[in-house]
């Protein structure tokens, strides 16, 4: 055994998983550009201090921070959306908004490796800068819901909430924003208890308390009665009310353009990190109990990288456990050619010829394996039936004198002589 082994918490992806996580990052870029998103490129190293702010706790402990050789202090990025941020306020300053983009990459987190839960991951982030209007944020859970559609995903919903719930009700309570943020880790690790004790301890009212338990026990299907509800426990809180009313106006704009698309509504949601200043949101399906994704509104992180106040949503679709997802529902459209062509030559003299003709085929489209082990016939024909060929090309020299060669259709073991001139066409017949 070699004693080289992954680092823990890393993975290699033999070639199954590497084609089921390509796939799904192939049908996350086709949806940018059904949604015109543009890409960009960012790096995967930036400076500590932009990755950290505003991250929230849980991703700076977990950050794989580091001084490189010139003495900076640099990490290597857990996320997309600080990366973002820094473009708008800076090289996209002139842009005019609103400004649509994508990434697709790899991101790090010293997170504890569990199922689904890794120390290198893939996300494909989509982020729509500029408005601060309902339907940018509906925009972005219309886009989540349409990925899983195109991933074949079933029995999928969303799980939605609104930051401006909780915090409202805290900034009215005089609970200063660290604080806050205290507050909101311990809901979304899901410690509730905890969170209340503690929002006692920081000093709120009798009222506030009574509100955020009512708060934390409202959820359901039903977007309208569930925000009558929440609405009606949080009449005395101003800010809070406005955050109802703009979930409301958000759902609803989901709700009308497709009716299909299932959500909860959860009061007492929150996520880890600590930007989110409206709608937040997670995807789910019943196969997994985890995210699958997660995304929502941040209109104050721009600004806070120098750029102008700038609103801005988004979200980012973890390539990882979609594919998971996709693997446990065993609906994986798979990126896979239809054909594969094994050519294999009968006699060594002929390998030039075999490979031309290997050439001629793939620049006419078809994925083609080139027999180069020089094996006999059979070994090779039986080697390529394992890998998947669909069709094998036998190049033997009596058929090349008449410009032809052998054509076997390896699913049912039969096999023609073909004029070269017709071969692709052939291919394609079957
Ligand atoms: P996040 O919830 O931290 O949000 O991550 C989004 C998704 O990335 C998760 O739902 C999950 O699929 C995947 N993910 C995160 N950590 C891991 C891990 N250790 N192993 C495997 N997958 C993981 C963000 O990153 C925000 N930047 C989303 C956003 C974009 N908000 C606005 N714009």
Redesign the pocket.
């Known amino acids: 055994m070699s004693p080289y082994q992954t680092v823990r918490g890393m993975r290699d992806f033999l070639p199954q998983e590497a084609r089921r996580m390509r796939t799904v990052e192939h049908v996350t870029r086709k949806l940018a550009q059904l949604f015109c998103y543009d890409e960009v490129i960012t790096p995967v190293v930036e400076s500590y201090e932009l990755l950290a702010a505003k991250s929230g706790e849980e991703?700076r402990k977990r950050m794989y921070a580091f001084e490189d050789l010139g003495g900076r202090h640099i990490g290597l990025r857990?996320?997309?959306?600080a990366s973002v941020a820094r473009l708008i306020a800076t090289k996209m300053r002139n842009t005019p908004q609103p400004i649509r983009l994508f990434c697709v990459g790899s991101?790090y987190?010293y997170?504890e490796p569990q199922y689904?839960?890794?120390?290198e991951?893939w996300?494909a982030?989509y982020?729509l800068i500029g408005s601060d209007k309902p339907e940018a944020d509906a925009e972005i859970l219309i886009l989540t819901f349409e990925l899983m559609n195109q991933l074949g995903l079933q029995h999928h919903w969303l799980k939605i909430g609104h930051v401006g719930i909780i915090r409202g009700i805290l900034d009215q309570e005089d609970i200063a924003t660290p604080k806050q943020n205290t507050i909101m880790q311990l809901l979304d690790k899901k410690q509730q208890d905890q969170a209340l004790a503690t929002v006692r301890e920081f000093g709120a009212s009798q009222t506030c308390l009574t509100t955020l338990k009512a708060l934390l026990a409202t959820r359901g299907k039903d977007p309208s009665s569930i925000l009558d509800r929440v609405e009606k426990h949080v009449e005395i809180y101003e800010s809070a009310i406005n955050a109802v009313q703009n979930l409301r106006e958000i759902v609803a704009l989901v709700k009308e353009s497709d009716p299909t698309l299932e959500m909860i509504i959860e009061a007492g949601f929150a996520?880890?990190?600590e930007y989110?200043t409206g709608m937040i949101f997670?995807p789910y399906v019943p196969d997994l109990d985890?995210?699958?994704?997660?995304?929502?509104r941040?209109d104050k992180l721009i600004e806070l990288f120098g750029g102008e106040s700038t609103p801005a949503?988004?979200?980012?679709?973890?390539i990882?456990?979609?594919a998971l997802a996709t693997k446990e529902q065993k609906t994986t459209p798979w990126l896979q050619a239809k054909r594969r062509v094994a050519v294999i030559p009968i006699s060594e003299d002929l390998r030039a010829k075999t490979l031309e003709l290997a050439l001629t085929l793939r620049r006419q489209g078809l994925p083609v394996e080139v027999e180069v082990k020089g094996r006999t016939v059979s070994k090779a024909l039986q080697d390529s039936g394992r890998k998947g060929a669909t069709h094998a090309v036998l190049v033997g020299t009596e058929e090349l004198k008449t410009q032809q060669v052998v054509l076997r259709n390896m699913k049912n073991r039969t096999q023609d002589i073909v004029k070269l001139a017709n071969l692709h066409a052939r291919i394609l017949e079957a």
């Open positions: 991703i857990p996320e997309f959306t991101l987190r997170d689904g839960r890794f120390r991951f996300q982030n982020e996520r880890g990190l989110y997670e985890i995210a699958l994704s997660g995304g929502g941040y949503v988004g979200v980012a679709q973890g990882d456990r979609l």
